[in-house]
């Protein structure tokens, strides 16, 4: 039996495991193209037969959750979960904990959703199986994250010595944290573009800065500047991520691409978007050719064919395996963070990573012990 492996954090992968992933999924896109030209879409042969994915959504979703339940199923698998927290016992009181070990022995493999920065972490510490993390609140989406890169190493035939411009809201918007990290592993570099209210989070900023020694340029303005830029990745404002309406509504639509803009970018520079758009993109730009959000949520499915091919023991990746290099240090204390599981559920006990040398971090959400700073 393979050792048990979650997807929590991109980064507890190798840039070459990830490679890896995107290579099985480049081999996944034509094995589903085919058998949805030749066969109706029925599987040449299954690869995950009778195995089981629980999917468990605690929080609205569409692409991330129908991808992977869509995945499972092209490998020849089948899904049990559900969609809303309403329809599980989570309405009756039960802990993430206790729903996570009851589903684990339940099915072979876990992809879940929840609102609480870190909830992923701690469903991995009481799973049996592998846990992949589909959003844990405004902290990471990892598997997003592999779509993406799929997407442009697909474009660029590379992931290094490219400028990605993120912009929109990037203090709640998971996938710019997992893209940026990601990306700086790679050597590729981002633009920060943003109002000052919804920055890149701080621990986020320490994190590329210390690991990766990557300084994020901040810009405010969306028009003009992208001379050099590869990809342009729009997000949507996290209204429902916001403690104060008033702020919100003074951010709400800051941003808008529209063709006037798109005008005034490269030729060769693409238009991604992890969906759902709001009004950061005018309808106008669907039919420009440099868009690929489309196609990007059509990438989610070979992606996370990948992904669950591997964590489920039926392709290997070679070379070197990715360590889980946050080993926590420190058992007491409390988490700044308001949205972090710990102030949640009693079975997330706090513990803390060194992040640098006499700096601590919160090893569900990666806040920043001792942050002063509210986000
Ligand atoms: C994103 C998410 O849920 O974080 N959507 C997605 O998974 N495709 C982005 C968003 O909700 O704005």
């Known amino acids: 039996m393979p050792r048990l492996r979650h997807f929590i954090d991109l980064e507890e992968f190798t840039p070459e495991e990830v490679l890896q992933l995107l290579e099985l999924a480049g081999e996944m896109e034509a094995r589903v193209r085919y058998e949805k030209a030749t066969q109706g879409g029925s599987p040449i042969s299954p690869l995950l037969p009778y195995r089981v994915m629980a999917s468990l959504f605690w929080e609205p979703s569409t692409r991330t959750r129908l991808s992977f339940e869509t995945a499972m199923i092209r490998l020849g ?81 590379t992931l290094g010595g490219l400028k990605i411009a993120l912009c929109g809201d990037l203090l709640y918007g998971r996938t710019t944290h997992s893209l940026a990290v990601a990306l700086a592993a790679f050597g590729s570099q981002c633009v920060a573009i943003s109002p000052e209210e919804l920055e890149l989070p701080p621990h986020v900023l320490h994190h590329l800065a210390s690991r990766y020694g990557g300084t994020v340029e901040q810009r405010r303005e969306l028009a003009g500047g992208l001379d050099d830029v590869h990809v342009l990745y729009m997000t949507r404002i996290q209204r429902e991520r916001f403690e104060d309406p008033e ?43 440099r868009v690929r959000y489309f196609e990007q949520a059509f990438n989610g499915v070979p992606a996370r064919m990948a992904l669950l091919l591997v964590l489920m023991g039926h392709s290997r990746l070679f070379g070197k395996r990715g360590s889980n290099w946050r080993v926590p240090t420190v058992f007491e204390g409390t988490c700044s963070n308001r949205r972090c599981i710990t102030h949640f559920d009693d079975n997330a006990a706090p513990e803390f990573y060194e992040f640098e040398p006499g700096k601590l971090a919160c090893r569900y959400c990666d806040r920043v012990r001792d942050q002063l700073t509210l986000y």
């Open 247 to 289: 702020v919100y509504e003074r951010v709400a639509h800051v941003y808008r691409l529209d063709r006037r803009i798109l005008d005034g970018a490269p030729a060769e520079m693409i238009v991604m978007h992890p969906l759902p758009r709001l009004d950061e993109i005018a309808i106008e730009v669907d039919s420009d050719p």
């Open 77 to 157: 698998g089948s899904v049990v979960g559900f969609a809303e927290a309403s329809t599980s016992s989570v309405a009756k009181g039960e802990s993430l904990a206790d729903t996570i070990r009851m589903s684990a022995h339940y099915a072979d493999c876990i992809a879940m959703r929840h609102p609480k920065d870190g909830a992923a972490y701690l469903a991995g510490k009481f799973s049996t199986v592998p846990v992949l993390n589909g959003g844990d609140g405004g902290h990471l989406h990892p598997s997003q994250t592999l779509l993406d890169l799929y997407t442009i190493y697909k474009e660029f035939g």
